[in-house]
T-cell receptor, first 115, second 115 residues
């Protein structure tokens, strides 16, 4: 079965600094996708970045980059130049070919950006 | 373009009462998902629709939960009767069919409190 592990319950970072959010996953599938999502206090789930298991390069989207280490089964999110608006819950998730396209989420972690 | 629209945003009901949530997906998205997010956890899939067909409802508690997606567009999720443990955020999402990264978009959710 697919499983996402996020061990950091919460992190604090100073505005304009970079921060890394950890995510490890477990799957026996060869073809899968990894996502990071942001959930502010308003409750909406916002997709930030996607990495396919066969993608050779790490995904980047603006200030977000995904440090994908397939052999270690880790998919850490790096946020460069943190902003106050980055304060939110962050979830790592995955889906997999043949898995009915549902997303399996980790428990999430809370990021607080301090001015 | 409007995103995934859910209503109501908040609902407080007494236990044993019925409740219904509504979701309007992004135009053209043929796949619709209902997720339940308990406090401090990541979302978990309840049911997935491909057009009007429920293709994965294995995690839907069918004794009290029901869902429908008439005409393959809007969807309604119902709980009857509600229990205290049903208090959670109910998220609707939609996507295009096919592949692992296909425009997945979540709504803002309905926060249900059962008292």
């Amino acid at each position: 079965a697919q499983k996402i592990t996020q061990t950091q319950p919460g992190m604090f970072v100073q505005e304009k600094e970079a921060v890394t959010l950890d995510c490890t996953y477990d799957t026996s599938d060869q073809s899968y996708g990894l996502f990071w999502c942001k959930q502010p206090s308003s409750g909406e789930m916002i997709f930030l970045i996607y990495q396919g298991s066969y993608d050779e390069q790490n995904a980047t989207e603006g200030r977000y980059s995904l440090n994908f280490q397939k052999a270690r089964k880790s998919a850490n999110l790096v946020i460069s130049a943190s902003q106050l608006g980055d304060s939110a819950m962050y979830f790592c998730a995955m889906n997999y070919q043949g898995g009915s396209e549902k997303l399996v989420f980790g428990k999430g972690m809370k990021l607080t950006v301090n001015p | 373009e409007a995103g995934v629209v859910q209503s109501p945003r908040y609902k407080i009901i007494e236990k044993k009462q019925p409740v219904a949530f509504w979701c309007n997906p992004i135009s053209g998205h043929n796949t619709l998902y209902w997720y339940r997010q308990n406090l401090g956890q990541g979302p978990e899939l309840l049911i997935r629709y491909e057009n009007e067909e429920a293709v994965d409802d294995s995690q839907l508690p069918k004794d009290r939960f029901s869902a429908e997606r008439l005409k393959g567009v809007d969807s309604t999720l119902k709980i009857q009767p509600a229990e205290l443990g049903d208090s959670a955020v109910y998220l609707c999402a939609s996507s295009l069919q096919g592949g692992l990264n296909y425009g997945y978009t979540f709504g803002s959710g309905t926060r249900l409190t059962v008292v």
